[in-house]
């Protein structure tokens, strides 16, 4: 509790010693991750097969619909958002020197 | 005892602050950590009804209406208040101390308050007290932001002020209990809540100020200001319509800034706002079910949005960085901050066995119930979204990603602590629902675990997932820049303060003109003294007392033909 760093640390720490490698840094631990990331998408698509679905409304009858809805809502998102930057994004000091208050 | 205890909640916030601000070192600490336990305890245990009423002028304010929908409020807050102050019991700074408890303490005189005008005295306390967490960064810029937020939180007091007065005099009460939007007073109301609430176009104070203040203000201010508003809004306007609609615009807009800004935090503060559309909107549907939804959904997302930013302030702390193209890489050296950010990035996006699961989900069953199937898609839509920006977006960019080279440590203990509470809570909420369901105000008649919910929203998630990962891969995704990002704040930061600041040079140079004016004239005018009664002046010379008597003669002959005449 005894902390004398500042709110804001001045600079950030950087450890120059060689250092062990973390699970990330190796490329085949990323594939295996984005394996498991296939593989329990498509358990969740196949568990449909097997549970009784109550939906509440009809559009969700459709085979997979928040699966397909998931996807397809991220993706225009994201790809929305792309445009939305061209429009809104400005420099970072934009506000600076306005003397707003 | 019990009764010597039973006080409104904000007095031990208030006496507290007062103490703390006296005390340096552990004692402060102890009575940090006491303050919110001992008025919890006295609240626990309070029966229903009104209590501390107390006359002013010719008004008796409520200063303590105990209900199930205040007492919800009412013990949510004193959990935030406590996460809030373990987080910030390394700091040495009584400004952040201080504030923060009179601002928590506001917070509950707010939910508390039976009256109108007791809600404006707690609405005035909360703007007044929160804008010291903002000042306490101590940067030019976090003043500037903290002056614009001073700004819009007053206006919306004055707003609430007005609308109480027309209400008043409408009907002459001030009891806060349903108001509605069938008068003029009722719409000056919803109108103050709404800026609270940060409805759409009136929501720039939260984006602005929030990622401004320091790691722990954002904490406290996370927690309080705008479940403030849903209580409010809950209590005063439910089933109105335009909720409905307004809340699913909240849930919407937001997201797409958040997955293009930068700064990590100020991405929490949008998807903040999206959080908030998900109660809006159950309060404007009204039924049990979706005012149930609304209220736990408050108390699920003060948690872990305190989560949030309490893991995004400990990045912001330990490196000196916020924004996403700075960082990356920190699970290395940060490893607790990381899974307890993750652990509150799985409770916002609502998956099975978090707390967003068992509450957000309520609204979104209400809203097909009341024959809204247009805004339950667009709700579908931002659970999608927020597990996008908030669940993928806000751990990846800080701690995987890219490595920054940054290795900082996790950090201190007591901050640690913090976020370990509130991750537990949201697991806790998450598997055992049942104990929030029971504080709820109506009967929980709705069961979270079905088959079919889980898989859907399994589903939902993880193919949101599986969308962020195509588009990481394929190199669509765009690139974290910086930048700002111009948003309804644009329009009194950009033209009207150009306008305020051409007004201002034509009012300098009117007024300069003016002045020049006025100086000849008062020169002028002090000639014309000077003359009269300077050293040679007719009226400083000094008379004898027979001239003076003369003079008086003179002075009383006249009054006298005066009143003759």
């Not at chain 1, 005894?2 to 990323?30: H, I, M």
């Not at chain 2, 303050?35 to 107390?54: M, Y």
């Not at chain 2, 989560?307 to 290395?332: C, P």
Request: hydrophobic content about 55%.
């Amino acid at each position: 509790m005894s902390e004398n760093t500042p709110d804001r640390a001045p600079e950030a720490p950087t450890d120059q010693s060689p250092e062990r490698l973390r699970f990330f840094d190796r490329p085949g631990n990323v594939k295996r991750f984005l394996g498991a990331l296939y593989a329990i998408c498509a358990l969740a698509l196949g568990f449909e097969f097997f549970i009784e679905r109550h939906v509440s409304h009809p559009w969700e009858e459709l085979f997979g619909f928040h699966a397909l809805y998931g996807f397809v809502v991220c993706v225009t998102l994201v790809l929305t958002a792309k445009e939305l930057r061209k429009i809104v994004m400005r420099s970072e000091d934009y506000y600076d020197g306005d003397g707003d208050a | 005892m019990t009764a010597m205890l039973e006080l409104p909640p904000f007095v031990f916030f208030l006496v507290g602050a007062g103490l703390v601000a006296a005390t340096r070192g552990p004692l402060r600490a102890l009575i940090l950590l006491a303050i919110p336990i001992v008025s919890a305890i006295s609240l626990f245990g309070l029966p229903d009804g009104s209590h501390f009423n107390v006359g002013l002028f010719d008004y008796e304010l409520q200063l303590l209406r105990v209900d199930k929908l205040s007492l919800l409020f009412g013990y949510l807050f004193h959990l935030a208040a406590l996460i809030a102050i373990i987080y910030s019991l390394h700091l040495r700074d009584t400004v952040q101390h201080v504030s923060g408890l009179l601002y928590a303490g506001g917070a509950l005189a707010a939910v508390f308050a039976g009256d109108l005008i007791t809600l404006f005295l707690a609405w005035e306390v909360l703007a007044v007290s929160s804008v010291f967490l903002i000042l306490a960064r101590r940067t030019p810029r976090a003043q500037a932001a903290a002056m614009r937020y001073l700004a819009i939180q007053v206006i919306s007091g004055l707003i609430l002020l007005a609308g109480v007065l027309v209400r008043l005099n409408e009907l002459g009460t001030t009891e806060f209990t349903f108001i509605g939007l069938d008068s003029p007073g009722g719409l000056l109301i919803f109108g103050a809540f709404g800026i609270k609430c940060a409805f759409p176009l009136l929501h720039n104070w939260l984006t602005d100020a929030y990622p401004e203040a320091t790691p722990t203000g954002a904490v406290f201010l996370s927690a309080f200001t705008t479940k403030v508003a849903v209580y409010a809004l809950a209590r005063g306007y439910p089933g109105t319509e335009v909720l409905v609609y307004i809340g699913a615009a909240m849930t919407l807009f937001p997201i797409f800034y958040a997955v293009i800004e930068n700064d990590l935090r100020r991405v929490l503060a949008y998807s903040m706002i999206n959080q908030l559309g998900f109660m809006v909107c159950g309060v404007g549907l009204g039924t049990a079910l979706a005012i149930n939804g609304a209220v736990s959904h408050a108390f699920n997302d003060v948690i872990f949005k305190s989560l949030l930013f309490m893991s995004m302030g400990a990045v912001l702390r330990q490196t000196g960085r916020i924004n996403g193209s700075e960082l990356g890489g920190l699970y290395k050296t940060m490893p607790f901050t990381t899974g307890l950010c993750i652990v509150g990035a799985l409770s916002i996006s609502a998956f099975p066995l978090f707390s967003g699961f068992v509450s957000k989900s309520m609204v979104m069953v209400a809203a097909l119930e009341e024959g809204h199937p247009v805004v339950w898609l667009a709700l579908l839509f931002a659970s999608a979204g927020v597990f996008h920006h908030a669940g993928i977006k806000i751990p990846f960019f800080a701690f995987f990603a890219h490595d920054s080279g940054i290795r900082a440590r996790d950090p201190s203990f007591n901050m640690l602590l913090a976020m370990g509470i509130a991750a537990l809570i949201c697991i806790f909420n998450g598997v055992w629902p049942w104990l929030l369901y029971s504080l709820l105000p109506f009967p929980v008649a709705y069961e979270p675990y079905t088959a079919t919910h889980v898989l859907a929203q399994s589903q939902l998630l993880l193919f949101s997932a599986l969308a962020f990962a195509w588009l990481k891969l394929s190199g669509l995704y765009p690139p974290e820049l910086k930048g700002v990002n111009i948003d309804a704040d644009w329009i009194y930061r950009k033209p009207l303060n150009w306008l305020a600041a051409t007004t201002m040079a034509a009012a300098s140079r009117w007024h300069g003109a003016t002045i020049d004016a006025g100086r000849q004239q008062l020169n002028w005018l002090g000639r014309l003294i000077f003359r009269h009664s300077g050293p040679q002046g007719v009226l400083a010379r000094t008379l004898e007392t027979g001239g003076a008597a003369l003079w008086v003669a003179i002075l009383l002959a006249a009054s006298l033909l005066l009143y003759y005449l």
